[in-house]
Structure formats: C-alpha cells, structure tokens
C-alpha cells in the first residue's frame, strides 16, 4: 500500500485489507459490483484467544454473495491467509473470521505511537462537517450546581471528542432568558435592590429565589439607579432589573465554567428570537405555509383531569406527520409563545448558520420532550437536518457514603464552584464521564481524593507520571534518553522493539493499538465515557506489568546491564504515555507528569 494512503492505525489498515480481498472478489465474480462494505467491521475479539481482530465481513456480505456466510468465509480467509501481516486465520462458527497478526504489525503500530505522540488517534472521519453542540443551557436564574455539573462535562468531551476526530465544532449554550423564571428573577433580584437600599425584606416570599448570590445583583442596582426604581410600578422596572440580573448571572455561570475549563463558542438568547425580526413567528407561518401548521383541537391528556383540560381551538404543529405521538400547541391561551415554538425556531436558526448536524445535550427530565423537538427539525429541514439528544441522569452527591443534600429553590444547595474547589477540577471532570451518561451517578467527594486504585481518575494519572519517573529513573541505564518529550520520541524510533516478545508486553502494545479505534467508535456513537473507560484499563495494565516486574527481574522495565532491552520497553512506555495524555486531553483533564 503506498505511504500516501497508508491508514492511520492497524485496524483501519486490516480493515482496508479486507476491504480489497472484497474487492478482488468482486473481480473474480463472487461478489456483485453493488456490494456494500460500509458494514463490514475489525475489531477485538471477544475471546482473546480466538486472535488478535475479527472481521464480521463473510456474514454481512454473504446475502449480495448468495451464498452461505461459511462458504463466503472460506474465501475470504484463502486470500487473508497470503497478506503479509496475517500470521493465522480461523473461520469460526456461521462465518465469522478471527486472525492472528504476525509481531512485527505490532510493533509497526508502536512504532506508529511513539512516532506520532499525543497526535495519535486523531482522525479524518468527520471530514470536517459542521456540528453544533449545545449543553448547560441552565436557566440564568442563579449559579450553577452540581446538578449542572454533569451535563456541562458530558457535553465538553464530547465537542472536544469530536474536534479530535475531524468535525468542524461549534459548543453552544442556549440562554432561556424568556419565560417567566427570568420574570421571577427580576422580582427576586428586586427585592435584594430594597434590602440594599436599606429595606428589611424579612423572610424572602414563597415562589422566589432566596439564594445570597442575588445580592451583588441588588447592591449593583441599588448604586446604578439609586431610589428611583421605588418610585416606579412593576411595569416600567421589571425589564431593566431583569436584564441586569440575567447579565449578572451570566458572568457567574461563565465563570462556574471556567472553573471547569469550559468554554462555550456562542451564547444564544432565547429573547433574541422574538426581538426584532421574529423568527418564532416566520417559523410558524413557513410550516403553515407548507400544511405543518393548522387551527384545531386537541384531546385532553391521558389520565389529566378533565377540569384541568382547556377544550379550545389553538394553533398546532402536525408532529405526528414526523414521528410524534400527538400534535403540539405552538401558542398559549394568552396568544404568546409556548416554550417549543421557540424551540423550533431556534433549531431552525442553527440550520441556517449551516448545522445540518445538532446535538443537544439535556437533563434527565426532558426525555419526554426528544420525539416532538426531532419531528420539528424534521419539518423545518425538510429531513436534511438530524438532531440527537444525549441525557445525562442524575448525579447522587455523597460525602463517605453519605447524601449530601441540594435545593436551588431554598438556596442551600451545593455549587458547582464548591465542589471543584474541594477536589479540582480533573477529579469532577473524569469522574463525570467515568459512568454512560444515561445511568445514574453516585458522585462521592471523599472517594474522588483517595490515592488508590479505587480512583479511577488517579489511577490514570498516577499511569502518566508512572511513565514519567520511569524516563527518569533509565537515565544511569540510557544516559542519552533526551528530556523533551518529542526528543524522547525521536530518540525512541530507532528501538529494538522486536526484542518486546513477552506476552504480557505484547497484550499492552495490542491495548494501545486499540486507541484510534475506541475513538472513532467514540466519536460516532458520541459516547466519550468510552475514553475513560479504556484509559483506566490501559493504565490498570500498565501498573499490572510494573508490578509483575517486581516479581520477575527480567520483565523490569530497566535492566541496567542490558540499555538495548530498556529503550524497547522505554519505547513501549512512551507509547502509553503519550495515550494517556491524548485521551485525558481529550476529556480535559492534565495528566501529571509526577505526583504528590
């Protein structure tokens, strides 16, 4: 294959090997010219003694083939077996191919590694498609909590996940600065503006925030406006306190995300939407224009009361015409906005600034509300846009096993600020991506600082610094190991690798070849807890082998009277920390080069 269109790691080079053993068949007649590969799949084994890789290819491709998926196999597994990389082939069960690589792909792949650092991975399969991720999104009703905190990591990683394997990436965070919560702030905010005038407000009112950040926000009143907002109705104050209190908010979320290195690309107003042009309302009048929109009834809710069901003519979007279960309400009795004509239209709005490609991010509450939000991108895309919803569960605080209770509307919950500030930053971020976002999280403060193997995120970034004092401690053995980390690597490249022949180095070397694979798969289901996953295993191989190295000298990562041995394994080592440091960045999360 020549170097140009050489792939980037060994699965996808097994995989375009497939592929062209495919294509000769197509030659030869066993295979129609209309054949898909698409479907065809290298990966592990589920059994590791069955092999090094897998292919599925004789069982996806053997109904164009009309044969059976053996006989396709067999075929298949003839041509396999002349490549020059494939040690063995065995074609197991219906027709599934498992293959033993000869060792020196191997160590090709860590060559591979040590050549390319912390670039290693990093793909082309998002062929630089524009993307809008949205997440946070809280209401700018107060500073975030660790409720937030979750959906806020997820949402991070994954746009950083996706940047990693090609995509144009825009991070997104949609302001809800027009319901009536944001009313309820201003009220609030308004009466902090009294007590910083002197006022004794006594025990804030039942439905309003009482949290002490609204505070700062009435003393800032209190010394822009003086008095004169006292002398005024609600009417003509509501506005300008709202808009105040939601600026001042906004800085407090931004900096609450900054405490978590987060940084959004854009902040979309929500009241912009009606603010000037309105876009809710030509929206509304395209889909009408095109029968997606119409004037009718709708039947009360299941198992509502009848009194609480208001039986009237109102405008309604044929959801169902796009895979919802029932038609929805666009406006209010009142005449206003509901939430989801705004929601359509701010969708709409990300279509046309060019993302035909949306995910949203949203907390476990708003499952209900996927069906009828994908139905409207449907309609107002006519079908070229696709929106998928991530929801991240719920996140259980603990403290040594104990809850730790949270309220935002009594104002005795915990921040987000606050926990960052009692186990840092890394700690929060892997351990937010260290479960599926769609499962509970049991989020324990004593657990995350524990220096042990218990703590997933430690145990990571004790692997990196592991490789570090390791490059450290070679230097009597190696005196001309370089410090850098891209002289290391260039130093490195010329190792004699083939001499790594123990199983368990091999098994460490197969781990890191895995890497660029897990990320893509990562990448396209977007699932980035994948990344956490596989680099705790990594890193729980690599302190296997340092240990069993204890225990058998000639397995030691430093041999002194041997430098040839230590820079193979020096190179294996830089392998691993050079993977290590690629997928903590990926989550936004340092990896130490020594720890205390």
Known sequence: MPASTKPAHLYADVLARVHGICRALVADGVLPDTVDL??????????????DMATNAAMVLAKEAKAKPRDLADRIADKLRADPVVAGVDVAGPGFINLTLKPAAWFDALRG??????????SAIGGAEKINVEYVSANPTGPMHVGHCRGAVFGDALASLLSFAGYDVTKEYYINDAGAQVDVLARSAFLRYREALGEDIGEIPEGLYPGDYLKPVGVALAKEQGDRL?????????????AKAIAMMMEMIKADLAALNIKHDVFFSERSLTTGVDQVGATIAGLRDKGDVYEGRL????????EDYEDREQTLFRATAFGDDVDRPLKKSDGSYTYF???????????????????????????GYIKRVQAAIKAVTGGEGSLDVKIVQLVKLLRNGEPVKMSKRSGDFVTLREVVDEVGSDAVRFMMLFRKNDAVLDFDLAKVLEQSKDNPVF?????????????????????????????RRDFLADAKIERLDDPVELSLIRQLAQYPRMLEAAALSHEPHRIAFYLYDLASEFHALWTKGRDLPHLRFIIDNDAEITTARLALVQ????????????LGVHAPNEMR
């Open 230 to 242: 006292l002398k005024q109705p609600e009417g003509e104050w509501l506005a300008l306190v709202r």
């Open 38 to 51: 698409s479907r065809i799949v290298v990966e592990p084994p589920k059994d590791p003694t069955h092999g």
């Open 575 to 586: 392998g691993v920390v050079s993977i290590l440091a690629s997928g903590l960045a990926v």
């Open 113 to 122: 590694i040590v050549r390319d650092g912390n670039a290693y991975g990093r």
């Open 341 to 367: 004509a705004s929601d359509i239209a701010y969708h709409k709005n990300k279509y046309d600034r060019g993302f035909r490609n949306m995910v949203d991010v949203w907390g476990a509450d708003h499952g």
């Open 299 to 306: 039947p009360p809710p299941k198992g509502a009361p009848v």
């Open 459 to 487: 145990y990571v970034q004790y692997g990196h610094a592991r490789g570090h004092s390791i490059f450290k401690n070679a230097r009597e053995t190696v005196p001309a190991l370089p410090d850098t980390d891209q002289g």
